[in-house]
């Protein structure tokens, strides 16, 4: 069986797929790039990585943005999509839940259990995010210059409040849907550790007050999987 085109995809002209058979990763180690790459790791399918340079701008190119529109990394091709068609995908929480349906894993297989994972993606898709990065952005980068202080507290204290919710729900549990370790971690992990190392924000949040955060967070970093799509690519 001979390996499927891509050619018909721009992004690939700008960063050609050398395994066109293999899943193809468009990102870089953030908190929403590495989702995908822990996901891919976790499950092993095979996948050929393209590291996209934000920082030269490069996700707002043609060829980038023909396969996501927003301008943001990640985004995949998958040569055998639905029906054995290819599949381009953006936004991490859906490339997640995708990869979950596609391999059976990382989400339970009952329904009321399958919407409760989804509703703890989706947290962490529309709070922790962008909650997280904002107290990055006022305490590390250019936002730190600003002589008002007021923004990067009102991040700060909702950070705080959000840290709180997930410590109160891995209360007496090993991971967000209790033994079961699921996309609602692997969407999570990233950013939690992010937090307190890129953006050196450890102290300012008062981490070290919730711990069942802390353990979660220790386990997390102990699975060999997650090591690896942390530095990927």
């Not at 060829?63 to 990640?74: D, R, T, V, Y």
């Not at 297989?109 to 509703?119: C, K, L, N």
């Not at 007021?150 to 967000?176: M, T």
């Amino acid at each position: 069986m001979s390996a499927p085109s891509l050619d018909h995809f721009p992004i690939t002209h700008r960063w050609p797929a050398q395994h066109p058979e293999r899943i193809q990763l468009y990102s870089t180690a953030t908190p929403n790039g590495v989702k995908v790459s822990i996901m891919l790791e976790e499950t092993g399918l095979p996948y050929e990585v393209h590291r996209v340079d934000i920082m030269q701008n490069e996700s707002f190119t043609p060829e980038f943005l023909s396969l996501n529109p927003n301008g943001k990394i990640p985004a995949i091709i998958d040569p055998d999509g639905p029906g054995g068609e290819p599949l381009a995908l953006f936004e991490s929480g859906a490339i997640l839940l995708y990869l979950a349906d596609k391999t059976g894993r990382f989400i339970p297989a009952d329904a009321a259990r399958r919407w409760e994972t989804i509703q703890w993606v989706f947290f962490q898709m529309a709070a922790i995010g962008p909650m997280f990065g904002q107290v990055g952005f006022f305490h590390k980068f250019a936002g730190r210059e600003y002589e008002d202080k007021r923004p990067l507290q009102r991040y700060v204290n909702e950070s705080r409040r959000l840290l709180g919710v997930l410590d109160a729900r891995l209360n007496g549990r090993e991971w967000i849907m209790g033994e079961e370790y699921s996309i609602a971690d692997i969407a999570t992990l990233g950013w939690v550790n992010n937090l307190i190392t890129f953006y050196g924000a450890r102290e300012l949040v008062g981490f070290d007050a919730f711990a069942n955060v802390g353990a979660w967070l220790e386990r997390g970093l102990q699975r060999p999987a997650v090591m690896r799509g942390l530095a990927i690519p």
